[in-house]
């Protein structure tokens, strides 16, 4: 199954900074999403990403969110003003032939 | 509205021990699909299985296995003969067609399997 690559795989921010989370989804898919999960909680929607534009996004994806293709292949997912509460695992996910394939995760951390 | 259900928080068992772990849906539309993924503490999400809304079998991989009733909304996953390996968090998760496919979690069930 090919991958799904995500970087930095561990982030520290202090609050009110920008930060981008990097992801190389699997090529040739139309879809593409982004999910977050806040310590010991369970993985929450974002964002989906189809044909370069944004199709759906959840309460939790406002205004300090955005989701760009910088390029054909990586995707970003900017948070432009850090809080606390940002602080989650973030995954990006391609649908795969079975399933959908998760990248390994970003931590950010918002101190 | 789709809505994932895992009444179980945390689940430990002795090594060798078979467990269940249950899932419970709701969804409105007709074609949907229901997965399981296993979060291990190195905290990457792990793809198990895929069923869609058309098929019931029910279905055995190794030692885990998955029983799909749409009669009950239930999607559980037992594993038999447990190991140490096992001890992590598993998600259930829903998609649904007319909604994107993205894809909507239960709370997570973790699994402590001990020696």
């Known amino acids: 199954e090919p991958e799904v690559t995500q970087t930095p795989s561990h982030q520290v921010t202090q609050m009110g900074q920008e930060v981008i989370l990097r992801c190389v989804p699997i090529s040739n898919h139309l879809y593409f999403y982004w999910y977050r999960q806040i310590l010991g909680q369970k993985v929450e929607f974002l964002v989906s990403f189809y044909n370069n534009e944004i199709s759906e996004k959840s309460e939790i994806f406002d205004d300090q969110f955005s989701v760009e293709r910088p390029d054909g292949s990586n995707f970003t997912l900017k948070i432009r003003s850090t809080k606390l509460e940002d602080s989650a695992m973030y995954f990006c996910a391609s649908p795969g032939n079975y399933g959908y394939t998760f990248g390994s995760g970003t931590r950010l951390t918002v101190v | 509205a789709q809505k994932v259900t895992q009444a179980q928080t945390e689940i430990s068992v002795v090594e060798k021990e078979d467990v269940t772990l249950d899932c419970v849906y709701e969804?409105?539309?007709?074609?949907?699909?229901l997965f399981w993924y296993k979060q291990p503490p190195s905290g990457e999400l792990v793809f198990l299985i895929r069923r869609n809304s058309f098929d019931e079998q029910n279905e055995i991989s190794g030692r885990y296995s998955w029983n799909f009733q749409k009669s009950t909304s239930s999607f559980n996953f037992t594993i038999t003969a447990s190991q140490v390996v096992d001890s992590a968090v598993y998600f259930c998760?829903?998609?649904?067609?007319?909604?994107?496919?993205?894809?909507?979690f239960g709370g997570g069930t973790r699994v402590l399997v001990k020696p």
């Open positions: 969804t409105r539309d007709t074609t949907y699909y």
């Open positions: 998760a829903l998609s649904e067609e007319a909604a994107g496919n993205k894809l909507t």
